[in-house]
């Protein structure tokens, strides 16, 4: 297996894990604000994780490149957050979700904005051609531009941010574990602010509530997280923000595993994602051929 081939395994198992939240983000955020689970879904991944702050302080390798790279990423986690939570109060699921999907596009545009290499003609078709399946798959209708619109762009343009600046990073930090640690611990600032130290207002439902926050923080942030900063660096952001935008199939089928039915839209949106994912690979493989030839 080639070490292409294994990233992108990896990195595809982190819209999975996003994808299986959904259901639990459905509930739960219908009876409390975004801020409030974002914080304690950041602040207990990031207590999880306190051990390897104390295991490199211990060991004197403490680095300040790390804690800077993390901030910037920890900053741009809470800016999709908190913008992504807002707009959801605005406007429907499907239609926030072909906005946020805008992210794929943004991303190796962006790229020379931080000195790194200039988009690849192929990236941005496929960019273009997973937009299209994540619009089939929402259903989306876009008679005029809402306010809520505007808010999930912003989401967009930090998700892109956070993307990209977690592959400059990666392939510049000492300890990936400290990096994890470091963007995990300071994305609950935006939120605790936004909320006014106003964060022991716990709902009803605490058991739900809890199962919800330690899920999210072990499973689908320090472990995503820790996948992300490991792996995107081999395949490079344009091709990790296509991957991710396979949470919208996960998303789905973890909401039929709840009971809700999959429509026609979903399952040929799906197809066109895949395509988009694997399209830089057939070129290479039908370029080899045609060279073998």
């Not at 990031?46 to 060991?59: N, T």
Request: hydrophobic share 60%.
């Amino acid at each position: 297996m080639s070490q292409q081939l294994k990233a992108g395994l990896m990195l595809l198992l982190i819209p999975i894990l996003w994808g299986i939240t959904f259901p639990l983000m459905h509930i739960i955020l219908a009876h409390l604000s975004a801020n409030f689970f974002v914080f304690w879904r950041f602040l207990c991944a990031g207590i999880l994780l306190l051990p390897i702050w104390f295991y490199a302080w211990r060991k004197k390798s403490l680095s300040i490149r790390d804690l800077r790279y993390g901030i910037l990423i920890a900053l741009t986690n809470s800016g999709g957050y908190v913008f992504q939570g807002m707009a959801l109060q605005h406007e429907d699921s499907a239609r926030a979700a072909f906005v946020t999907g805008v992210n794929v596009i943004l991303v190796p545009l962006l790229l020379p904005l931080f000195g790194m290499r200039r988009p690849r003609v192929l990236e941005i078709i496929a960019a273009i051609i997973c937009l299209g399946g994540i619009y089939i798959i929402s259903g989306a209708n876009f008679d005029h531009v809402s306010y809520g619109d505007l808010l999930v762009f912003c989401s967009a343009i930090f998700i892109a941010l956070g993307i990209i600046l977690v592959e400059r990073a990666s392939s510049k930090s000492s300890n990936l574990q400290l990096l994890v640690f470091y963007q995990i611990i300071f994305t609950p600032v935006i939120p605790f602010l936004i909320l006014k130290g106003d964060v022991l207002n716990f709902p009803h439902n605490m058991p739900l509530f809890w199962f919800a926050v330690i899920y999210c923080a072990l499973v689908a942030t320090v472990i995503a997280i820790f996948l992300q900063l490991k792996y995107q660096s081999v395949i490079g952001s344009s091709k990790a923000a296509i991957i991710f935008n396979f949470e919208a199939i996960a998303a789905s089928f973890a909401a039929w595993m709840m009971g809700e039915s999959i429509s026609e839209n979903v399952l040929i949106g799906g197809v066109v994602i895949i395509f988009s994912a694997v399209l830089t690979d057939l070129y290479k493989l039908l370029k080899n051929f045609q060279l073998n030839i």
